[in-house]
């Protein structure tokens, strides 16, 4: 019997110390007002009531009585009944959509103490608040205690103003229990633990003025609250805050406490009224000493958290989630969401960093060239196989999806590759644009999940391979070539050698001349060689053959090169500069040779072994000429000029 009835006072006993910490519904009247009000003989009183603005309680009558031994007697009510003894200084309002009914008394007698209801209904079964009302001959009243109707899991701000002369005091606010007030947060940064990452004390605009905010309510936050200046029970004011908790409309919280993992990513999830439309909504990180703000929905970024913090809205659930990546040991702390509306609900989220491996792996930092093809790769495990994912280009205002089908991204191409579970974006083609960073994520069921941040960095302008042989091209009109220029494909070509040989001496000319022959005959000769293998290789693939230079390529028929009467006749070694053939030429060349010269370029085509011949005469003719002394300068005139080219080189 003796341990039956120590389990049993145990079991009242645990079950008493959670009803005082999560009072029961029935416990906790939703109906709300002041505990005591104060008035003056022949003065007046107001007495504002709070009720839940529900479509019931909106409609239902609203009354004050007074208490009796045994009912309480109606005074007035919504319903236009006024009690005799009230008529003409008594009158109640009601303001439904902000769930607040108002009783005003006037011409106040000292038979008017006593005990009243404020209430919901036809009677005050539990729909009712108690409130004593005091009156007193003067000349002072006391101050009543602020109230604050506060919906379970939401927020509250409490605003207190002793003055500019207290601006230097400090400022705090505690909890009463019993005949002591616990601190719950203070300007000297001593913050309740049961309040840490949940109160901010702020200072206001006005001087001397401060507030608190609180968030993330919950039944053991009710009760009577002072805040004031210096310390409690020795110097300074005080002022009473009276707190009430009712349990409202069931809107979702989310988790209070998110885990990331070092180096990866973490999602907060914040809740608001989707049925109004806020013009703010940010996301900041508390301390003690106030909350600083991290991303709002106007593109503001702290500068610390740029590229690798989003924010993503959902109005039509009403949330918007902010996405952390990259994420430091000094992330770690509280994050509140936030909103412009002061009644609107503030959550509280603690954010706690572990080491792992981040589920998203890929190089953070990639550099590329202008104009080269780059890929940025996002490896996931297999919990993610049936994941949405996504590539997007981040930005202050947020993260714009990048796909295969996005015109306003051309070049770029989106991918993923699940045999080696790898989502990969790919330019083809890089440009100074394209620097910033980038992210890879996933999303399930509408709610964004881990996410990977790449900065792609853009290096200069990617210089175009050129060959040796194209540098020394000349890029002027070749119909307007000077008698004295020298012709390219020969081994000088800088045009003022002539003339300033011309005012040298005869020695000095002669030996400027030797050494010009050798050097020509020479390069010639290599400039011959290289030409005749080219075309003995190219012949042995096909008969059109395709040539290359740089970046241009043009198809050259063999049979379009001249016969060998015209390479062999001996006039044409000291042809004129004029009718040259010149390398790089933005047009086709035309010549004077007459319809016999032009017809015979159209025989029938050569075999190899023959082009490897003409190519060998060639160049036994073209040396031949270079040892009899021919000059660009020359005056000698062929008797046909040879044909151009039917391809441009």
Request: overall charge negative; proline content about 4%.
């Given at each position: 019997?003796?341990?039956?009835?120590?389990?049993?006072?145990?079991?009242?006993?645990?079950?008493?110390?959670?009803?005082?910490?999560?009072?029961?519904?029935?416990?906790?009247?939703?109906?709300?007002?002041?505990?005591?009000?104060?008035?003056?003989?022949?003065?007046?009183?107001?007495?504002?009531?709070?009720?839940?603005?529900?479509?019931?309680?909106?409609?239902?009558?609203?009354?004050?009585?007074?208490?009796?031994?045994?009912?309480?007697?109606?005074?007035?009510?919504?319903?236009?009944?006024?009690?005799?003894?009230?008529?003409?200084?008594?009158?109640?309002?009601?303001?439904?959509?902000?769930?607040?009914?108002?009783?005003?008394?006037?011409?106040?007698?000292?038979?008017?103490?006593?005990?009243?209801?404020?209430?919901?209904?036809?009677?005050?079964?539990?729909?009712?608040?108690?409130?004593?009302?005091?009156?007193?001959?003067?000349?002072?009243?006391?101050?009543?205690?602020?109230?604050?109707?506060?919906?379970?899991?939401?927020?509250?701000?409490?605003?207190?103003?002793?003055?500019?002369?207290?601006?230097?005091?400090?400022?705090?606010?505690?909890?009463?229990?019993?005949?002591?007030?616990?601190?719950?947060?203070?300007?000297?940064?001593?913050?309740?633990?049961?309040?840490?990452?949940?109160?901010?004390?702020?200072?206001?605009?006005?001087?001397?003025?401060?507030?608190?905010?609180?968030?993330?309510?919950?039944?053991?936050?009710?009760?009577?609250?002072?805040?004031?200046?210096?310390?409690?029970?020795?110097?300074?004011?005080?002022?009473?805050?009276?707190?009430?908790?009712?349990?409202?409309?069931?809107?979702?919280?989310?988790?209070?406490?998110?885990?990331?993992?070092?180096?990866?990513?973490?999602?907060?999830?914040?809740?608001?009224?989707?049925?109004?439309?806020?013009?703010?909504?940010?996301?900041?990180?508390?301390?003690?000493?106030?909350?600083?703000?991290?991303?709002?929905?106007?593109?503001?970024?702290?500068?610390?958290?740029?590229?690798?913090?989003?924010?993503?809205?959902?109005?039509?659930?009403?949330?918007?989630?902010?996405?952390?990546?990259?994420?430091?040991?000094?992330?770690?702390?509280?994050?509140?969401?936030?909103?412009?509306?002061?009644?609107?609900?503030?959550?509280?989220?603690?954010?706690?960093?572990?080491?792992?491996?981040?589920?998203?792996?890929?190089?953070?930092?990639?550099?590329?060239?202008?104009?080269?093809?780059?890929?940025?790769?996002?490896?996931?495990?297999?919990?993610?196989?049936?994941?949405?994912?996504?590539?997007?280009?981040?930005?202050?205002?947020?993260?714009?999806?990048?796909?295969?089908?996005?015109?306003?991204?051309?070049?770029?191409?989106?991918?993923?590759?699940?045999?080696?579970?790898?989502?990969?974006?790919?330019?083809?083609?890089?440009?100074?644009?394209?620097?910033?960073?980038?992210?890879?994520?996933?999303?399930?069921?509408?709610?964004?999940?881990?996410?990977?941040?790449?900065?792609l960095q853009v290096s200069g302008e990617k210089v175009a391979e050129l060959s040796p042989g194209l540098l020394n091209l000349d890029t002027s009109s070749n119909a307007a070539a000077p008698s004295n220029a020298v012709p390219q494909g020969r081994a000088f070509?800088?045009?003022?050698?002539?003339?300033?040989?011309?005012?040298?001496?005869?020695?000095?000319?002669?030996?400027?001349?030797?050494?010009?022959?050798?050097?020509?005959?020479?390069?010639?000769?290599?400039?011959?060689?290289?030409?005749?293998?080219?075309?003995?290789?190219?012949?042995?693939?096909?008969?059109?053959?395709?040539?290359?230079?740089?970046?241009?390529?043009?198809?050259?028929?063999?049979?379009?090169?001249?016969?060998?009467?015209?390479?062999?006749?001996?006039?044409?070694?000291?042809?004129?500069?004029?009718?040259?053939?010149?390398?790089?030429?933005?047009?086709?060349?035309?010549?004077?040779?007459?319809?016999?010269?032009?017809?015979?370029?159209?025989?029938?085509?050569?075999?190899?072994?023959?082009?490897?011949?003409?190519?060998?005469?060639?160049?036994?003719?073209?040396?031949?000429?270079?040892?009899?002394?021919?000059?660009?300068?020359?005056?000698?005139?062929?008797?046909?000029?040879?044909?151009?080219?039917?391809?441009?080189?």
């Amino acid at each position: 019997m003796t341990s039956l009835a120590f389990i049993f006072l145990l079991s009242f006993l645990s079950a008493e110390a959670a009803r005082s910490k999560y009072p029961p519904k029935a416990a906790s009247n939703p109906v709300f007002g002041p505990r005591q009000v104060y008035g003056l003989i022949d003065g007046s009183v107001t007495v504002k009531c709070f009720y839940p603005p529900t479509k019931v309680n909106r409609h239902d009558r609203k009354y004050w009585c007074r208490e009796s031994s045994r009912s309480c007697l109606t005074v007035v009510s919504s319903n236009g009944y006024t009690s005799p003894s009230y008529r003409g200084r008594a009158s109640i309002s009601d303001y439904p959509e902000q769930g607040v009914m108002v009783v005003n008394i006037s011409r106040l007698v000292l038979s008017d103490r006593g005990t009243y209801q404020c209430g919901i209904g036809l009677n005050g079964r539990g729909l009712s608040y108690k409130v004593s009302l005091d009156i007193s001959e003067g000349p002072n009243v006391p101050e009543e205690a602020e109230l604050f109707y506060v919906e379970l899991h939401s927020s509250v701000t409490m605003t207190c103003n002793f003055g500019a002369d207290t601006i230097s005091m400090r400022k705090y606010l505690c909890k009463m229990e019993k005949d002591v007030c616990r601190n719950i947060i203070d300007t000297y940064g001593k913050i309740d633990e049961d309040f840490t990452g949940r109160a901010l004390l702020s200072n206001e605009n006005t001087e001397g003025a401060f507030s608190i905010m609180i968030t993330q309510v919950n039944w053991e936050d009710a009760g009577l609250y002072l805040c004031g200046v210096g310390s409690y029970g020795e110097s300074g004011e005080t002022k009473e805050l009276d707190l009430h908790v009712y349990e409202g409309s069931n809107v979702p919280q989310g988790k209070s406490t998110v885990i990331g993992v070092k180096g990866g990513s973490v999602t907060i999830d914040c809740h608001y009224d989707p049925a109004k439309n806020y013009s703010l909504k940010y996301l900041c990180k508390w301390r003690k000493n106030g909350c600083s703000r991290i991303i709002e929905n106007t593109g503001f970024v702290y500068d610390t958290y740029e590229g690798r913090v989003a924010m993503f809205d959902n109005p039509q659930n009403g949330t918007f989630s902010v996405i952390l990546n990259q994420l430091r040991d000094s992330d770690k702390g509280y994050y509140w969401c936030m909103t412009n509306d002061e009644r609107e609900r503030k959550s509280s989220k603690e954010l706690k960093i572990v080491e792992g491996e981040p589920g998203l792996k890929g190089k953070e930092d990639v550099l590329a060239e202008v104009g080269s093809r780059i890929d940025l790769t996002c490896s996931y495990p297999c919990k993610y196989y049936s994941y949405e994912k996504y590539w997007c280009k981040w930005s202050s205002d947020g993260c714009s999806p990048l796909s295969a089908s996005d015109q306003s991204q051309p070049g770029v191409d989106v991918s993923c590759n699940t045999a080696n579970k790898t989502l990969v974006l790919t330019f083809d083609s890089v440009t100074s644009a394209d620097q910033g960073w980038y992210w890879c994520g996933v999303k399930h069921n509408g709610h964004y999940g881990e996410s990977l941040a790449v900065y792609l960095q853009v290096s200069g302008e990617k210089v175009a391979e050129l060959s040796p042989g194209l540098l020394n091209l000349d890029t002027s009109s070749n119909a307007a070539a000077p008698s004295n220029a020298v012709p390219q494909g020969r081994a000088f070509s800088d045009a003022g050698v002539q003339s300033a040989a011309a005012s040298e001496s005869s020695e000095q000319s002669s030996g400027s001349n030797v050494l010009t022959v050798a050097l020509a005959s020479s390069g010639a000769a290599v400039v011959v060689l290289g030409a005749a293998f080219a075309v003995f290789k190219y012949r042995q693939l096909k008969r059109s053959d395709l040539v290359s230079v740089g970046s241009y390529r043009t198809n050259i028929s063999m049979s379009d090169f001249e016969s060998v009467k015209e390479y062999g006749a001996n006039d044409n070694a000291c042809m004129k500069a004029s009718q040259e053939t010149q390398l790089g030429g933005d047009e086709f060349i035309t010549t004077t040779a007459s319809v016999e010269s032009a017809a015979e370029t159209k025989k029938a085509k050569r075999g190899s072994k023959e082009d490897a011949d003409l190519a060998y005469s060639t160049y036994l003719l073209t040396s031949n000429a270079i040892a009899q002394g021919c000059a660009p300068g020359d005056s000698a005139a062929p008797t046909a000029a040879p044909p151009a080219w039917g391809g441009q080189v």
